[in-house]
């Protein structure tokens, strides 16, 4: 064999290896680096502390009670009561007028002989009245508001500090209103009622100093 052949048959496989070493590594795909997992987030604690609590009742109503309420917001009411008595009365009086001339009109109705000018009569003087009954009424209510709140005011006040004061010794951090909140509440254990524990301790300390005058 000449050194000619040999040569070219040399360079032919040299060739034919190179090719297959090239083939050989793309059929064979490269390894993908591994990630390392994750790590989950920590879960916050949602544990909250919740504060003791302690919820009582106190009925207002009865701090007016003549028997059973604070005797120095019962003296004061009756001072105004006192002096509004005559105009009290007086609306009364028309009430019952009002009262009376209905009774006489149903009866001259219901009469064999009807007479209507007599009807008419005091169906005019029923309204006449009515009208000045209601002028007298708003009237009244808005001077006894005005005088309710200036002669209750003093003891109103102290009744508020010691309610706080009650509150603070015992303990309570919620007060209710038992007459504003009654037809909400369906249960309450009695030791929460604490009307009448206030009102005696509120006496003891603040007693009765004078008869209730005008």
Same mark, same amino acid.
């Given at each position: 064999?000449?050194?000619?052949?040999?040569?070219?048959?040399?360079?032919?496989?040299?060739?034919?290896?190179?090719?297959?070493?090239?083939?050989?590594? +793309? !059929? &064979? $795909?490269?390894? %993908?680096?591994?990630? =390392? #997992?994750?790590?989950? +987030? !920590? &879960? $916050?604690?949602? %544990?909250?502390?919740? =504060? #003791?609590?302690?919820? +009582?009742?106190?009925?207002?109503?009865?701090?007016?009670?003549?028997?059973?309420?604070?005797?120095?917001?019962?003296?004061?009411?009756?001072?105004?009561?006192?002096?509004?008595?005559?105009?009290?009365?007086?609306?009364?009086?028309?009430?019952?007028?009002?009262?009376?001339?209905?009774?006489?009109?149903?009866?001259?109705?219901?009469?064999?002989?009807?007479?209507?000018?007599?009807?008419?009569?005091?169906?005019?003087?029923?309204?006449?009245?009515?009208?000045?009954?209601?002028?007298?009424?708003?009237?009244?209510?808005?001077?006894?508001?005005?005088?309710?709140?200036?002669?209750?005011?003093?003891?109103?006040?102290?009744?508020?500090?010691?309610?706080?004061?009650?509150?603070?010794?015992?303990?309570?951090?919620?007060?209710?209103?038992?007459?504003?909140?009654?037809?909400?509440?369906?249960?309450?254990?009695?030791?929460?009622?604490?009307?009448?524990?206030?009102?005696?301790?509120?006496?003891?300390?603040?007693?009765?100093?004078?008869?209730?005058?005008?």
């Amino acid at each position: 064999m000449t050194t000619i052949k040999i040569l070219f048959i040399l360079l032919i496989t040299a060739s034919a290896t190179s090719v297959l070493a090239q083939v050989r590594s +793309a !059929a &064979t $795909p490269s390894p %993908t680096p591994t990630r =390392p #997992a994750a790590t989950p +987030a !920590a &879960t $916050p604690n949602l %544990t909250v502390a919740v =504060p #003791a609590t302690k919820i +009582a009742v106190i009925d207002t109503d009865m701090f007016t009670d003549e028997k059973a309420g604070i005797v120095r917001l019962v003296d004061a009411v009756k001072i105004v009561q006192s002096g509004f008595s005559v105009r009290q009365q007086e609306i009364v009086t028309l009430q019952n007028r009002i009262n009376t001339l209905v009774e006489d009109i149903n009866k001259l109705r219901q009469s064999p002989v009807v007479d209507q000018k007599t009807i008419q009569a005091k169906q005019e003087e029923g309204t006449r009245v009515q009208q000045d009954l209601q002028t007298k009424q708003q009237s009244f209510q808005e001077d006894y508001a005005k005088r309710y709140a200036e002669v209750t005011k003093p003891v109103s006040d102290l009744i508020g500090k010691e309610l706080d004061q009650f509150a603070n010794q015992h303990g309570i951090t919620m007060t209710l209103d038992l007459s504003k909140l009654l037809p909400a509440i369906l249960t309450a254990v009695p030791t929460v009622e604490v009307t009448q524990a206030f009102i005696a301790e509120f006496n003891r300390k603040y007693p009765r100093t004078a008869p209730a005058t005008r």
